[in-house]
DNA sequence: GCGAAAATCAGAACGTGTTCCAATTCCGAT
DNA sequence: ATCGGAATTGGAACACGTTCTGATTTTCGC
Protein backbone atom coordinates (compact mmCIF):
# COMPACT_ATOMS: atom_id res chain seq x y z
CA UNK A 1 0.00 0.00 0.00
CA UNK A 2 2.52 2.29 1.01
CA UNK A 3 4.74 3.48 -2.31
CA UNK A 4 7.64 1.48 -1.94
CA UNK A 5 8.22 1.50 1.94
CA UNK A 6 12.32 1.01 1.46
CA UNK A 7 13.50 -2.56 3.79
CA UNK A 8 14.20 -1.93 7.26
CA UNK A 9 18.32 -1.38 7.31
CA UNK A 10 19.35 1.66 5.33
CA UNK A 11 17.97 0.70 2.60
CA UNK A 12 21.68 -0.87 0.48
CA UNK A 13 20.14 -0.06 -2.79
CA UNK A 14 18.73 4.08 -1.71
CA UNK A 15 19.66 6.55 -4.27
CA UNK A 16 22.82 7.63 -3.88
CA UNK A 17 24.43 11.02 -4.74
CA UNK A 18 23.78 9.81 -8.16
CA UNK A 19 20.05 10.66 -8.45
CA UNK A 20 19.40 13.17 -6.51
CA UNK A 21 15.71 13.71 -7.47
CA UNK A 22 13.22 13.13 -4.62
CA UNK A 23 11.87 10.20 -6.78
CA UNK A 24 11.35 7.47 -4.73
CA UNK A 25 12.69 4.73 -6.93
CA UNK A 26 9.64 3.22 -7.07
CA UNK A 27 10.82 1.48 -9.76
CA UNK A 28 13.17 -1.18 -11.05
CA UNK A 29 13.23 -5.70 -10.61
CA UNK A 30 14.31 -4.88 -7.52
CA UNK A 31 12.42 -2.70 -5.86
CA UNK A 32 9.78 -4.47 -7.10
CA UNK A 33 10.30 -7.83 -5.83
CA UNK A 34 11.57 -6.37 -2.49
CA UNK A 35 7.85 -4.32 -2.34
CA UNK A 36 6.68 -8.51 -3.28
CA UNK A 37 8.17 -9.81 -0.57
CA UNK A 38 7.62 -7.85 2.23
CA UNK A 39 3.94 -7.53 1.22
CA UNK A 40 4.22 -11.53 1.85
CA UNK A 41 5.84 -11.23 5.35
CA UNK A 42 3.20 -8.62 6.27
CA UNK A 43 0.57 -11.33 4.68
CA UNK A 44 1.62 -14.32 6.18
CA UNK A 45 2.16 -12.43 9.81
CA UNK A 46 -1.57 -11.65 9.58
CA UNK A 47 -2.49 -15.44 8.44
CA UNK A 48 -0.23 -16.89 11.42
CA UNK A 49 -1.89 -14.29 14.04
CA UNK A 50 -5.68 -14.79 12.89
CA UNK A 51 -4.98 -18.71 13.39
CA UNK A 52 -3.30 -18.75 16.99
CA UNK A 53 -2.43 -14.88 18.21
CA UNK A 54 0.97 -13.39 18.85
CA UNK A 55 2.35 -16.98 20.34
CA UNK A 56 1.39 -18.17 16.78
CA UNK A 57 3.31 -15.61 14.94
CA UNK A 58 6.73 -17.57 14.65
CA UNK A 59 9.65 -15.78 12.93
CA UNK A 60 10.67 -19.43 11.39
CA UNK A 61 6.86 -19.56 10.82
CA UNK A 62 6.48 -16.46 9.16
CA UNK A 63 9.73 -16.85 6.95
CA UNK A 64 8.08 -20.51 6.08
CA UNK A 65 4.92 -19.10 4.72
CA UNK A 66 5.95 -16.20 2.95
CA UNK A 67 8.64 -18.29 1.09
CA UNK A 68 11.41 -16.56 2.21
CA UNK A 69 14.69 -16.91 4.53
CA UNK A 70 14.77 -15.87 8.37
CA UNK A 71 17.03 -13.49 7.89
CA UNK A 72 15.59 -12.04 5.35
CA UNK A 73 12.27 -11.01 7.70
CA UNK A 74 14.98 -9.84 9.65
CA UNK A 75 16.41 -7.89 7.21
CA UNK A 76 12.98 -6.47 6.28
CA UNK A 77 11.69 -6.00 10.18
CA UNK A 78 13.90 -5.56 12.94
CA UNK A 79 11.83 -7.94 15.20
CA UNK A 80 8.95 -9.73 15.70
CA UNK A 81 7.17 -6.63 17.73
CA UNK A 82 8.16 -4.23 14.90
CA UNK A 83 6.62 -6.83 12.25
CA UNK A 84 3.32 -6.60 14.26
CA UNK A 85 3.53 -2.58 14.77
CA UNK A 86 4.05 -2.00 11.15
CA UNK A 87 1.13 -4.70 10.22
CA UNK A 88 -1.01 -2.68 12.88
CA UNK A 89 0.07 0.95 11.47
CA UNK A 90 -0.82 -0.76 8.03
CA UNK A 91 -4.27 -1.46 9.01
CA UNK A 92 -5.03 1.98 11.01
CA UNK A 93 -3.94 3.21 7.69
CA UNK A 94 -6.09 1.62 5.75
CA UNK A 95 -9.27 2.46 8.01
CA UNK A 96 -8.64 6.45 7.82
CA UNK A 97 -7.99 5.93 3.76
CA UNK A 98 -11.65 4.21 4.36
CA UNK A 99 -13.02 6.53 6.28
CA UNK A 100 -12.01 9.47 3.94
CA UNK A 101 -14.23 8.07 1.41
CA UNK A 102 -17.17 6.77 3.85
CA UNK A 103 -17.11 9.62 6.26
CA UNK A 104 -19.69 9.48 9.12
CA UNK A 105 -22.98 11.42 9.18
CA UNK A 106 -24.15 11.69 12.26
CA UNK A 107 -25.46 14.72 13.13
CA UNK A 108 -23.08 15.21 16.18
CA UNK A 109 -19.54 15.12 16.98
CA UNK A 110 -20.11 12.72 19.97
CA UNK A 111 -22.60 10.49 17.65
CA UNK A 112 -19.55 10.50 14.54
CA UNK A 113 -17.09 9.42 16.63
CA UNK A 114 -19.03 6.76 18.28
CA UNK A 115 -19.97 5.38 15.14
CA UNK A 116 -16.24 5.59 13.72
CA UNK A 117 -14.81 3.41 17.06
CA UNK A 118 -17.88 1.24 17.03
CA UNK A 119 -17.12 0.27 13.42
CA UNK A 120 -13.61 -0.08 14.32
CA UNK A 121 -13.94 -2.23 17.07
CA UNK A 122 -16.72 -4.61 15.14
CA UNK A 123 -13.52 -5.23 12.36
CA UNK A 124 -11.50 -6.25 15.67
CA UNK A 125 -13.78 -8.38 17.10
CA UNK A 126 -14.09 -10.70 14.09
CA UNK A 127 -9.82 -11.53 14.65
CA UNK A 128 -9.86 -11.04 17.92
CA UNK A 129 -6.15 -12.81 17.90
CA UNK A 130 -5.08 -10.65 15.12
CA UNK A 131 -6.29 -7.48 17.88
CA UNK A 132 -4.53 -9.26 20.49
CA UNK A 133 -1.31 -9.57 18.90
CA UNK A 134 -1.02 -6.17 17.50
CA UNK A 135 -2.31 -4.50 20.82
CA UNK A 136 0.35 -6.98 22.34
CA UNK A 137 2.99 -5.87 20.65
CA UNK A 138 2.03 -2.15 20.86
CA UNK A 139 1.92 -2.77 24.80
CA UNK A 140 5.36 -4.20 24.52
CA UNK A 141 7.08 -1.20 21.95
CA UNK A 142 10.76 -0.43 23.06
CA UNK A 143 13.03 2.74 22.01
CA UNK A 144 13.45 1.30 18.94
CA UNK A 145 10.10 1.16 17.79
CA UNK A 146 9.12 4.37 18.86
CA UNK A 147 8.52 5.73 15.43
CA UNK A 148 6.14 3.18 14.56
CA UNK A 149 4.31 3.96 18.05
CA UNK A 150 3.77 7.54 17.49
CA UNK A 151 2.91 6.78 13.76
CA UNK A 152 0.24 3.96 14.81
CA UNK A 153 -1.28 6.30 17.55
CA UNK A 154 -0.96 9.55 14.96
CA UNK A 155 -3.48 8.07 12.71
CA UNK A 156 -5.74 6.67 15.25
CA UNK A 157 -5.65 10.49 16.14
CA UNK A 158 -6.61 11.48 13.21
CA UNK A 159 -8.90 9.18 12.39
CA UNK A 160 -10.93 10.88 15.75
CA UNK A 161 -10.28 14.04 14.95
CA UNK A 162 -11.87 13.59 11.55
CA UNK A 163 -14.68 12.16 13.25
CA UNK A 164 -15.26 15.11 15.41
CA UNK A 165 -15.74 18.00 12.86
CA UNK A 166 -16.86 15.88 10.39
CA UNK A 167 -17.38 17.35 7.13
CA UNK A 168 -15.83 20.79 7.36
CA UNK A 169 -12.45 21.36 6.37
CA UNK A 170 -10.89 23.59 8.28
CA UNK A 171 -7.91 22.30 10.64
CA UNK A 172 -8.62 20.89 14.03
CA UNK A 173 -8.68 23.64 16.93
CA UNK A 174 -6.20 22.97 19.84
CA UNK A 175 -9.01 21.58 21.57
CA UNK A 176 -10.21 19.03 19.49
CA UNK A 177 -6.50 17.81 18.89
CA UNK A 178 -6.50 17.89 23.21
CA UNK A 179 -10.22 15.54 22.84
CA UNK A 180 -9.01 13.22 20.47
CA UNK A 181 -6.05 12.46 22.15
CA UNK A 182 -8.06 11.69 25.41
CA UNK A 183 -10.08 9.10 23.56
CA UNK A 184 -7.45 7.29 21.12
CA UNK A 185 -5.82 6.33 24.95
CA UNK A 186 -9.33 5.75 26.29
CA UNK A 187 -9.00 3.64 23.09
CA UNK A 188 -5.93 1.88 23.44
CA UNK A 189 -6.58 1.28 27.17
CA UNK A 190 -9.94 -0.30 26.40
CA UNK A 191 -8.78 -2.49 23.67
CA UNK A 192 -5.49 -3.70 26.23
CA UNK A 193 -8.30 -4.59 28.95
CA UNK A 194 -9.97 -6.73 26.18
CA UNK A 195 -7.27 -8.86 24.72
CA UNK A 196 -6.26 -9.05 28.68
CA UNK A 197 -9.41 -10.56 29.28
CA UNK A 198 -10.19 -8.20 31.87
CA UNK A 199 -13.33 -6.93 30.30
CA UNK A 200 -15.15 -8.49 27.50
CA UNK A 201 -15.00 -6.77 23.81
CA UNK A 202 -18.24 -4.63 24.54
CA UNK A 203 -16.68 -2.69 27.21
CA UNK A 204 -14.52 -0.95 24.44
CA UNK A 205 -17.52 0.61 22.86
CA UNK A 206 -18.87 1.37 26.32
CA UNK A 207 -15.93 3.05 27.48
CA UNK A 208 -15.52 4.99 23.89
CA UNK A 209 -19.00 6.03 24.10
CA UNK A 210 -19.01 7.19 27.84
CA UNK A 211 -15.62 8.98 27.32
CA UNK A 212 -17.44 10.68 24.43
CA UNK A 213 -20.63 11.76 26.17
CA UNK A 214 -18.57 13.36 28.77
CA UNK A 215 -16.22 15.10 26.13
CA UNK A 216 -18.10 16.33 23.15
CA UNK A 217 -20.83 18.60 24.60
CA UNK B 1 2.88 -6.11 53.14
CA UNK B 2 0.33 -8.32 52.22
CA UNK B 3 -0.67 -10.52 55.26
CA UNK B 4 1.16 -13.66 54.04
CA UNK B 5 -0.09 -13.71 50.33
CA UNK B 6 0.09 -17.59 49.55
CA UNK B 7 2.13 -18.56 47.18
CA UNK B 8 1.24 -19.30 43.54
CA UNK B 9 0.26 -22.39 43.08
CA UNK B 10 -2.71 -23.34 44.33
CA UNK B 11 -0.87 -23.03 48.33
CA UNK B 12 -0.44 -26.73 49.16
CA UNK B 13 -0.25 -25.94 52.85
CA UNK B 14 -3.54 -24.04 52.07
CA UNK B 15 -5.71 -25.03 55.04
CA UNK B 16 -6.99 -28.48 54.94
CA UNK B 17 -10.45 -29.85 56.16
CA UNK B 18 -8.74 -30.17 59.25
CA UNK B 19 -9.18 -26.34 60.44
CA UNK B 20 -11.47 -24.77 58.89
CA UNK B 21 -11.83 -21.68 60.79
CA UNK B 22 -11.12 -18.64 58.65
CA UNK B 23 -7.71 -17.94 60.04
CA UNK B 24 -5.56 -17.25 56.98
CA UNK B 25 -2.91 -19.24 58.24
CA UNK B 26 -0.41 -16.84 58.96
CA UNK B 27 1.79 -18.65 61.28
CA UNK B 28 4.24 -21.21 61.28
CA UNK B 29 7.62 -21.58 60.57
CA UNK B 30 6.77 -22.68 57.12
CA UNK B 31 4.69 -19.70 56.59
CA UNK B 32 7.33 -17.33 57.76
CA UNK B 33 9.80 -18.86 55.65
CA UNK B 34 7.43 -18.76 52.11
CA UNK B 35 6.92 -14.94 53.01
CA UNK B 36 10.58 -14.55 53.30
CA UNK B 37 11.19 -16.33 50.39
CA UNK B 38 8.58 -14.17 48.50
CA UNK B 39 9.47 -11.61 49.74
CA UNK B 40 13.61 -11.82 48.80
CA UNK B 41 12.34 -12.73 45.41
CA UNK B 42 10.23 -9.28 44.56
CA UNK B 43 12.85 -7.49 46.37
CA UNK B 44 15.41 -9.25 44.14
CA UNK B 45 13.11 -8.19 40.95
CA UNK B 46 13.22 -4.49 41.65
CA UNK B 47 16.59 -4.11 42.67
CA UNK B 48 17.68 -5.29 39.17
CA UNK B 49 14.51 -3.72 37.54
CA UNK B 50 16.22 -0.35 38.96
CA UNK B 51 19.54 -1.06 37.78
CA UNK B 52 18.51 -2.55 33.71
CA UNK B 53 14.88 -2.32 33.58
CA UNK B 54 12.90 -5.46 32.26
CA UNK B 55 15.53 -6.85 30.41
CA UNK B 56 17.51 -6.81 33.18
CA UNK B 57 15.04 -8.69 35.24
CA UNK B 58 16.69 -12.14 33.70
CA UNK B 59 14.74 -15.01 36.48
CA UNK B 60 18.65 -16.97 36.89
CA UNK B 61 19.55 -13.58 37.91
CA UNK B 62 16.65 -13.04 40.34
CA UNK B 63 16.67 -16.37 42.30
CA UNK B 64 20.40 -15.96 42.52
CA UNK B 65 19.99 -12.41 43.91
CA UNK B 66 16.93 -13.68 46.00
CA UNK B 67 18.92 -16.50 47.18
CA UNK B 68 16.58 -19.16 46.04
CA UNK B 69 16.61 -22.02 43.37
CA UNK B 70 15.12 -20.83 39.69
CA UNK B 71 12.17 -23.47 39.97
CA UNK B 72 11.56 -21.78 42.99
CA UNK B 73 10.85 -18.45 42.07
CA UNK B 74 8.19 -20.04 39.32
CA UNK B 75 6.39 -21.94 42.34
CA UNK B 76 5.95 -18.57 43.69
CA UNK B 77 5.28 -16.36 40.51
CA UNK B 78 4.03 -18.14 37.26
CA UNK B 79 6.18 -16.07 34.94
CA UNK B 80 8.52 -12.93 34.94
CA UNK B 81 5.24 -11.14 33.67
CA UNK B 82 3.41 -12.05 36.70
CA UNK B 83 6.59 -11.47 38.82
CA UNK B 84 6.34 -7.59 37.97
CA UNK B 85 3.06 -7.27 37.49
CA UNK B 86 2.44 -8.42 41.55
CA UNK B 87 5.52 -6.42 41.82
CA UNK B 88 3.27 -3.10 40.39
CA UNK B 89 -0.13 -3.92 42.05
CA UNK B 90 2.34 -3.80 45.94
CA UNK B 91 3.81 -0.51 44.51
CA UNK B 92 -0.03 0.42 43.83
CA UNK B 93 -1.33 -0.94 47.24
CA UNK B 94 1.54 1.05 48.63
CA UNK B 95 0.49 4.15 47.02
CA UNK B 96 -2.81 3.82 48.25
CA UNK B 97 -1.99 3.11 51.57
CA UNK B 98 0.10 6.68 51.22
CA UNK B 99 -2.65 8.20 50.11
CA UNK B 100 -4.95 6.76 53.08
CA UNK B 101 -2.50 8.48 55.60
CA UNK B 102 -2.18 11.89 53.45
CA UNK B 103 -4.89 12.97 51.38
CA UNK B 104 -4.70 15.69 48.79
CA UNK B 105 -5.60 19.01 50.35
CA UNK B 106 -6.42 20.68 47.22
CA UNK B 107 -10.14 22.66 47.46
CA UNK B 108 -11.26 21.44 43.95
CA UNK B 109 -11.86 17.61 42.49
CA UNK B 110 -9.16 18.24 39.64
CA UNK B 111 -7.10 20.21 41.67
CA UNK B 112 -6.53 17.21 43.72
CA UNK B 113 -6.35 14.61 41.49
CA UNK B 114 -3.97 16.26 39.76
CA UNK B 115 -2.33 16.59 42.93
CA UNK B 116 -2.26 13.04 43.71
CA UNK B 117 -1.25 11.90 39.97
CA UNK B 118 1.98 14.40 39.97
CA UNK B 119 2.93 13.48 43.30
CA UNK B 120 2.73 9.79 41.39
CA UNK B 121 4.61 10.27 38.42
CA UNK B 122 7.48 12.04 40.25
CA UNK B 123 7.85 8.40 41.84
CA UNK B 124 7.76 7.02 39.28
CA UNK B 125 10.50 9.33 37.11
CA UNK B 126 12.61 8.22 39.74
CA UNK B 127 13.36 4.63 38.89
CA UNK B 128 12.01 5.15 35.24
CA UNK B 129 13.72 1.57 34.26
CA UNK B 130 11.11 0.26 37.09
CA UNK B 131 8.36 1.92 35.47
CA UNK B 132 9.34 0.78 31.88
CA UNK B 133 9.61 -2.65 33.06
CA UNK B 134 5.86 -2.75 35.01
CA UNK B 135 4.20 -0.88 32.30
CA UNK B 136 5.70 -3.22 29.62
CA UNK B 137 4.05 -6.10 31.56
CA UNK B 138 1.50 -4.72 31.96
CA UNK B 139 1.23 -3.79 28.20
CA UNK B 140 1.89 -7.35 27.21
CA UNK B 141 -0.46 -8.81 29.84
CA UNK B 142 -2.10 -12.17 28.72
CA UNK B 143 -5.73 -14.06 30.12
CA UNK B 144 -3.74 -15.78 32.40
CA UNK B 145 -2.82 -12.71 34.69
CA UNK B 146 -6.42 -11.35 34.38
CA UNK B 147 -6.46 -10.96 37.74
CA UNK B 148 -3.67 -8.63 38.52
CA UNK B 149 -3.90 -6.63 35.39
CA UNK B 150 -7.49 -6.40 37.53
CA UNK B 151 -6.47 -5.61 40.46
CA UNK B 152 -3.74 -3.06 39.45
CA UNK B 153 -6.52 -1.34 37.43
CA UNK B 154 -8.99 -1.10 40.55
CA UNK B 155 -6.19 0.18 42.70
CA UNK B 156 -5.80 2.99 40.52
CA UNK B 157 -9.12 3.63 39.88
CA UNK B 158 -9.51 4.02 43.56
CA UNK B 159 -6.97 6.26 44.11
CA UNK B 160 -8.38 8.47 41.77
CA UNK B 161 -11.68 8.05 42.74
CA UNK B 162 -10.67 8.68 46.40
CA UNK B 163 -8.77 12.36 44.99
CA UNK B 164 -12.10 13.74 43.50
CA UNK B 165 -14.45 13.17 46.60
CA UNK B 166 -11.49 13.71 48.67
CA UNK B 167 -12.62 14.07 52.64
CA UNK B 168 -16.05 13.12 51.97
CA UNK B 169 -17.16 9.77 53.19
CA UNK B 170 -19.90 8.97 51.07
CA UNK B 171 -19.78 6.22 48.32
CA UNK B 172 -18.96 7.34 44.89
CA UNK B 173 -21.30 8.08 42.66
CA UNK B 174 -21.32 6.49 39.04
CA UNK B 175 -20.44 9.21 37.08
CA UNK B 176 -17.19 9.77 39.46
CA UNK B 177 -16.41 5.99 38.73
CA UNK B 178 -16.50 6.63 35.15
CA UNK B 179 -13.80 9.70 35.33
CA UNK B 180 -11.92 8.03 37.10
CA UNK B 181 -11.71 5.09 34.94
CA UNK B 182 -11.17 6.85 32.08
CA UNK B 183 -8.39 9.37 33.92
CA UNK B 184 -6.97 5.96 34.97
CA UNK B 185 -6.42 5.24 31.12
CA UNK B 186 -5.46 8.27 30.24
CA UNK B 187 -2.55 7.35 32.51
CA UNK B 188 -1.78 3.91 31.59
CA UNK B 189 -1.85 4.84 27.68
CA UNK B 190 0.66 8.13 28.58
CA UNK B 191 3.17 6.11 30.88
CA UNK B 192 3.47 3.39 27.62
CA UNK B 193 4.07 6.70 25.47
CA UNK B 194 6.53 7.91 27.48
CA UNK B 195 8.26 4.22 28.40
CA UNK B 196 8.23 4.06 24.84
CA UNK B 197 10.35 6.88 24.17
CA UNK B 198 7.44 8.57 21.97
CA UNK B 199 7.17 11.05 25.03
CA UNK B 200 8.96 12.97 27.48
CA UNK B 201 7.91 12.22 30.74
CA UNK B 202 6.59 15.92 31.49
CA UNK B 203 3.54 14.92 28.87
CA UNK B 204 2.32 12.25 31.66
CA UNK B 205 1.45 15.10 33.87
CA UNK B 206 0.19 17.20 31.02
CA UNK B 207 -2.21 14.50 29.41
CA UNK B 208 -3.55 14.23 32.94
CA UNK B 209 -3.98 18.19 33.82
CA UNK B 210 -6.14 18.44 30.38
CA UNK B 211 -8.13 15.44 30.89
CA UNK B 212 -8.90 16.57 35.03
CA UNK B 213 -9.62 19.84 32.97
CA UNK B 214 -12.29 18.39 30.73
CA UNK B 215 -13.89 16.28 32.92
CA UNK B 216 -13.95 17.09 35.76
CA UNK B 217 -15.84 20.90 36.46
C1' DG C 1 26.16 -10.73 -22.21
C1' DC C 2 29.65 -9.70 -18.13
C1' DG C 3 31.15 -8.64 -13.73
C1' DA C 4 30.68 -6.43 -9.25
C1' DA C 5 27.71 -5.43 -5.69
C1' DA C 6 23.71 -6.35 -3.25
C1' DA C 7 20.23 -9.46 -1.77
C1' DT C 8 18.77 -13.88 -0.53
C1' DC C 9 19.25 -18.44 1.23
C1' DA C 10 19.91 -22.43 4.36
C1' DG C 11 21.14 -23.50 8.51
C1' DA C 12 23.98 -23.38 12.65
C1' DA C 13 24.41 -21.12 16.98
C1' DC C 14 23.31 -18.29 21.10
C1' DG C 15 20.50 -16.27 25.00
C1' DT C 16 16.82 -16.28 27.95
C1' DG C 17 12.12 -17.68 29.60
C1' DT C 18 10.18 -21.89 31.00
C1' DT C 19 9.75 -26.79 32.18
C1' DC C 20 11.26 -30.98 34.15
C1' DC C 21 13.61 -34.25 37.25
C1' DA C 22 16.07 -36.65 40.85
C1' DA C 23 18.07 -35.72 45.22
C1' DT C 24 17.85 -33.29 49.41
C1' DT C 25 16.06 -30.51 53.15
C1' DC C 26 12.50 -28.80 55.97
C1' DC C 27 8.10 -28.78 58.53
C1' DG C 28 4.52 -30.58 61.29
C1' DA C 29 2.26 -34.35 63.53
C1' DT C 30 2.64 -38.57 65.84
C1' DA D 1 13.01 -38.49 68.18
C1' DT D 2 11.02 -39.99 63.99
C1' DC D 3 8.36 -40.41 59.84
C1' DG D 4 5.73 -38.84 55.70
C1' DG D 5 4.96 -35.44 52.68
C1' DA D 6 5.69 -30.97 50.95
C1' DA D 7 9.10 -27.54 49.66
C1' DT D 8 13.48 -26.53 47.88
C1' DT D 9 17.56 -27.30 45.34
C1' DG D 10 20.79 -27.75 41.36
C1' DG D 11 20.96 -28.43 36.98
C1' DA D 12 19.69 -30.31 32.50
C1' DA D 13 16.65 -29.65 28.73
C1' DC D 14 13.51 -27.31 25.51
C1' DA D 15 11.39 -23.42 22.68
C1' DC D 16 11.64 -19.48 20.24
C1' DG D 17 13.53 -14.78 19.16
C1' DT D 18 17.65 -13.27 17.32
C1' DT D 19 22.32 -13.23 15.23
C1' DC D 20 25.83 -14.89 12.29
C1' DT D 21 28.17 -17.21 8.32
C1' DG D 22 29.37 -18.76 3.97
C1' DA D 23 27.36 -20.13 -0.36
C1' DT D 24 24.22 -18.87 -4.06
C1' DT D 25 21.26 -15.98 -6.76
C1' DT D 26 19.61 -11.63 -8.55
C1' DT D 27 20.09 -6.99 -10.16
C1' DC D 28 22.10 -3.25 -12.50
C1' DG D 29 25.61 -0.49 -15.03
C1' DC D 30 28.64 -1.24 -18.68
Not at 29 to 51: C, E, K, M, N, Y
Request: with cysteine.
Amino acid sequence: MVPVPPPFPPPPNAETAADPDAEPATEGALARSQAARRRRVLDATLQLAAAGGFDAVQMRDVAAAADVALGTVYRYFASKERLLLEAMAEQQADLRAYLDVHPPREPTPAARVVSVLRGANRSLREFPDVTAAMVRSFGTAQIENADIVRRVTEIMTGIITSAIHAPERRPATENEVRVARILMQVWLSSLNGWVCGVDGPDRVDEDLAAAAALLLP
